[in-house]
């Protein structure tokens, strides 16, 4: 039966198990990216984001007149 963790083909090639970043799709081979499903860069922007969403946009203060 096929193993599909992290080991070796039958001819010693090794293999890593790697998954589709959610926010690029670009494939994440480390422990740390695969948990999170997305790599560094990704995971950063990630939390940038979450912390603008409550403050309105310097485009939507100048749409108000403010
Ligand atoms: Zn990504």
Do not use: I, N, Y
């Amino acid at each position: 039966m096929a193993e599909q963790l992290d080991g070796q083909l039958e001819d010693g090639t090794p293999t890593r198990t790697a998954v589709p970043c959610k926010r690029c799709g670009g494939w994440l081979v480390s422990e740390v990216s695969r948990a999170r499903r997305m790599g560094p860069a990704c995971a950063r922007h990630e939390r940038a984001e979450a912390r603008r969403v409550d403050e309105p946009t310097l485009f939507e203060l100048e749409a108000r007149g403010e």
